[in-house]
């Protein structure tokens, strides 16, 4: 159980294009969605909490307008990379919190690696 | 300084090896511990989590989180090739209600 998927796993764009990924849980409802960003070699760095129904709540210099975040249901939240850039180029992962009682448990979708050209 | 500190490695070790993973946290607020193995271009997997003081055995892995020192430490008992993958600590933070992950520890067992 406790399964997160996330689609695609790759993408590759052009500079000025917006993408959008997926974050699905598949066995589970997740009230809670979060969406990080790793750099190679480098820890998770959370860019945003979603909460079903309502308004992301961003991390201190992630632009909002940029990074777009929709949380439509309790398995669904997608990010919406609008006007990407190179410097955009990065693995995404998404989270979700188990609504149930394992709700300190967060599970983690396999990825998806964005490149900007 | 960081909520939580992680060595990066990378820790290299012979197959059979026990494993020692280490990390320090900041605030004494933090009750839920948990360890992630992420390998190469995967997205992180939870291996165990424990809360307030003591250890947690499953497995080969332990998990013991000692509070009066702000410590975190993971033993992998036996270690395989398999085991090789980076492995991340986090707390999770009850006021942001959001995990704060150390930076990782890359972990290579030789065959």
């Known amino acids: 159980g406790a399964v997160v998927s996330q689609h695609p796993s790759r993408v590759i764009c052009k500079s000025g294009t917006s993408v959008k990924i997926e974050c699905r849980s598949l066995?589970?409802?997740?009230?809670?969605m979060f969406w990080y960003r790793q750099f190679p070699k480098q820890s998770l760095m959370l860019m945003a909490t979603?909460?079903?129904?309502?308004?992301?709540?961003?991390e201190q210099g992630v632009e909002k307008d940029k990074f777009l975040i929709n949380h439509a249901s309790l398995t669904l939240s997608t990010l919406t990379v609008t006007s990407a850039h190179p410097e955009d180029s990065s693995f995404y992962i998404c989270?979700?919190?188990?609504?149930?009682?394992?709700?300190?448990?967060?599970?983690f979708g396999p990825g998806t690696r964005l490149t900007v050209t | 300084q960081k909520e939580v500190e992680q060595d990066p490695g990378p820790l290299s070790v012979p197959e059979g090896a026990i494993v020692s993973l280490n990390c320090t946290y900041s605030n004494s607020a933090f009750q839920y511990f948990m360890w992630y193995r992420q390998y190469s271009r995967k997205g992180p997997e939870l291996l165990m989590y424990?809360?307030?003081?003591g250890n947690k055995e499953d497995g080969r892995f332990t998990a013991q989180v000692d509070k009066s020192s702000k410590y975190i430490s993971l033993f992998i008992r036996d270690s395989q090739p398999s085991d090789s993958a980076t492995y991340l600590c986090?707390?999770?933070?009850?006021?942001?209600?959001?995990?704060?992950f150390g930076s990782g520890t890359r972990l290579q067992v030789q065959p």
């Open positions: 424990t809360y307030s003081s």
């Open positions: 979603s909460n079903e129904g309502s308004k992301a709540t961003y």
């Open positions: 066995d589970f409802q997740a009230t809670t």
């Open positions: 989270s979700a919190r188990d609504s149930g009682p394992r709700r300190y448990e967060q599970y």
């Open positions: 986090a707390t999770f933070d009850t006021g942001r209600r959001a995990l704060t």
